[in-house]
């Protein structure tokens, strides 16, 4: 689809048409889904956030300015829907469940293929998991963007709708606590501990 | 020597920060500083981006198919220059509401015998402004929700609230208009939960901006004492609520 195209469809869908914005559900799905997963850390989360990140994106078509890009826009969306989900999730005092997280960071590949070597991987990935099932909403949801996706701190400010010391801080406190819990397996690792 | 702050660093490993050269000079210079770095780094090295389940070719439609009949029945609608700034909005609306209530009650009016045409529109008229109200005090609910969010889930050794407390000073001005307003409208469950959250606003904002765990505890267990956020919640979604009932019910006066 070219450039044209898409800015047909996307008039089409700010004017209500559902069938365009079916188009723009099919096209950006899978990206929005892969960001709702490593911002909730859960599959099941992350289908919720994807399905009410595209209810609210066509609910708020009307404030979408058509020069600006659908692409930053949604992805806008979808990281303040997962952080409502954690917040939610906390509020109700649920238990951060990161076993879907674990299980991608499991698979993922080890540089050796000894069972030493995965053990140790494993015990890191089931740390990193639960050290991040501890962040607040914010810290966590700035720490993917940040860590994960690449973004520099002024974008995160603009996604997340933070302040630059906000967003600095909260990226701050969550290297600071991922520090302190994956400690003991850096020191295990051989890394010289910092006091 | 001074040494670069932890905070430094780690902006530094992510390539943020300013004078990035100079930090650099340094680290290869301060043994405490390369340590403290080294650390920071091989943390993160830990920490490897986790792939998404897959997800083929068909989820698009698969996402599709399941919103589809939840999709809102109106087409999205155009709310381009006001939705820029909800504070300022929700405070001119506040504003606005208020001047319209106080003018309501003291301007003499005279009783007519029967309903006209005009009073019919008087009616209409108070039922839109009715609906405003209720729209933006739901709005300002949310902020509000959103606010006592963060601040309750605000962490580490010292707390830093400060931007909660700038955030809560905007939202204070917001809420005494409304609340101002419920009042005089005779909403007496919307003005208590108002109040409530005027005093614990209030509280947020004037407090000290950087907590101990142990103060920001304290604070954190009178507002769960409260059940603010509760109040707050159960409002906004009966708001909300009610502007749906409104926008779907036909209105009998028209």
């Given at each position: 689809?070219?450039?044209?195209?898409?800015?047909?469809?996307?008039?089409?869908?700010?004017?209500?048409?559902?069938?365009?914005?079916?188009?723009?559900?099919?096209?950006?799905?899978?990206?929005?889904?892969?960001?709702?997963?490593r911002?909730?850390?859960?599959?099941?989360?992350?289908?919720?956030?994807?399905?009410?990140?595209?209810?609210?994106?066509y609910?708020?078509?009307?404030?979408?300015?058509?020069?600006?890009?659908?692409?930053?826009?949604?992805?806008?969306?979808?990281?303040?829907?997962?952080?409502?989900?954690?917040?939610?999730?906390?509020?109700?005092?649920?238990q951060?469940?990161?076993?879907?997280?674990?299980?991608?960071?499991?698979?993922a590949?080890?540089?050796?293929?000894?069972?030493?070597?995965?053990?140790?991987?494993?015990?890191?990935?089931?740390?990193?998991?639960?050290?991040?099932?501890?962040?607040?909403?914010?810290?966590?949801?700035?720490?993917?963007?940040?860590?994960?996706?690449?973004?520099?701190?002024?974008?995160?400010?603009?996604?997340?709708?933070?302040?630059?010391?906000?967003?600095?801080?909260?990226?701050f406190?969550?290297?600071?606590?991922?520090?302190?819990?994956?400690?003991?397996?850096?020191?295990?690792?051989?890394?010289?501990?910092?006091? | 020597?001074?040494?670069?702050s932890?905070?430094d660093?780690?902006?530094?490993?992510?390539?943020?920060?300013?004078?990035?050269?100079?930090?650099?000079?340094?680290?290869?210079?301060?043994?405490?500083?390369?340590?403290?770095?080294?650390?920071?780094?091989?943390?993160?090295?830990?920490?490897?981006?986790?792939?998404?389940?897959?997800?083929?070719?068909?989820?698009?439609?698969?996402?599709?198919?399941?919103?589809?009949?939840?999709?809102?029945v109106?087409?999205?609608?155009?709310?381009?220059?006001?939705?820029?700034?909800?504070?300022?909005?929700?405070?001119?609306?506040?504003?606005?509401?208020?001047?319209?209530?106080?003018?309501?009650?003291?301007?003499?009016?005279?009783?007519?015998?029967?309903?006209?045409p005009?009073?019919?529109?008087?009616l209409?008229s108070?039922?839109v402004?009715?609906?405003?109200?209720?729209?933006?005090?739901?709005?300002?609910l949310?902020?509000?929700?959103?606010?006592?969010?963060?601040?309750?889930?605000?962490?580490?050794?010292?707390?830093?609230?400060?931007?909660?407390?700038?955030?809560?000073?905007?939202?204070?001005?917001?809420?005494?208009?409304?609340?101002?307003?419920?009042?005089?409208?005779?909403?007496?469950?919307?003005?208590?939960?108002?109040?409530?959250?005027?005093?614990?606003?209030?509280?947020?904002?004037?407090?000290?901006?950087?907590?101990?765990?142990?103060?920001?505890?304290?604070?954190?267990?009178w507002?769960?004492?409260?059940?603010?956020?509760?109040?707050?919640?159960?409002?906004?979604?009966?708001?909300?609520?009610?502007?749906?009932?409104s926008?779907t019910?036909?209105?009998?006066?028209?």
């Amino acid at each position: 689809m070219d450039a044209t195209d898409r800015t047909a469809v996307l008039a089409r869908a700010r004017g209500g048409d559902g069938e365009a914005f079916r188009v723009l559900v099919e096209q950006h799905s899978r990206r929005v889904f892969q960001l709702a997963f490593r911002m909730t850390g859960n599959e099941h989360d992350a289908e919720d956030v994807v399905q009410e990140s595209f209810l609210r994106a066509y609910r708020q078509l009307g404030r979408f300015e058509a020069r600006a890009n659908f692409g930053t826009w949604l992805y806008r969306i979808v990281a303040n829907c997962a952080v409502d989900m954690l917040r939610a999730k906390r509020s109700r005092g649920d238990q951060m469940n990161p076993a879907g997280l674990e299980e991608q960071l499991l698979s993922a590949p080890t540089t050796g293929p000894n069972p030493e070597r995965l053990a140790e991987s494993a015990e890191i990935q089931r740390r990193v998991a639960a050290a991040l099932g501890e962040l607040s909403p914010v810290e966590r949801a700035a720490f993917t963007l940040r860590h994960y996706e690449g973004r520099s701190i002024e974008e995160i400010c603009s996604t997340l709708n933070l302040r630059t010391s906000a967003a600095k801080h909260s990226v701050f406190r969550a290297v600071k606590k991922l520090r302190v819990a994956l400690g003991p397996l850096r020191m295990a690792a051989g890394t010289p501990e910092q006091p | 020597m001074t040494h670069y702050s932890e905070e430094d660093l780690t902006l530094f490993f992510y390539g943020e920060g300013r004078r990035r050269g100079a930090v650099q000079l340094h680290i290869d210079s301060c043994p405490t500083c390369a340590a403290l770095y080294q650390n920071i780094a091989s943390t993160m090295k830990l920490i490897a981006t986790p792939e998404a389940p897959e997800r083929d070719e068909r989820y698009g439609l698969e996402v599709w198919q399941r919103i589809r009949p939840i999709l809102p029945v109106h087409p999205p609608s155009h709310s381009p220059w006001w939705a820029v700034n909800r504070l300022v909005l929700g405070g001119a609306v506040a504003a606005l509401i208020l001047a319209a209530f106080i003018a309501g009650r003291t301007w003499p009016q005279p009783q007519p015998p029967s309903r006209t045409p005009a009073a019919a529109s008087s009616l209409a008229s108070t039922d839109v402004s009715d609906r405003m109200r209720m729209v933006a005090i739901s709005d300002h609910l949310e902020q509000s929700e959103r606010l006592l969010l963060d601040f309750v889930n605000a962490g580490g050794q010292v707390v830093d609230v400060s931007n909660q407390q700038a955030l809560a000073s905007e939202l204070i001005k917001t809420n005494r208009l409304y609340r101002e307003a419920a009042d005089g409208a005779g909403d007496v469950g919307i003005a208590d939960v108002l109040d409530a959250l005027e005093r614990n606003l209030i509280e947020i904002a004037h407090g000290p901006s950087t907590l101990s765990l142990a103060e920001f505890n304290k604070t954190r267990m009178w507002l769960d004492a409260s059940a603010l956020l509760f109040k707050v919640r159960v409002l906004s979604d009966e708001l909300h609520e009610r502007e749906l009932s409104s926008a779907t019910t036909p209105r009998k006066d028209a």
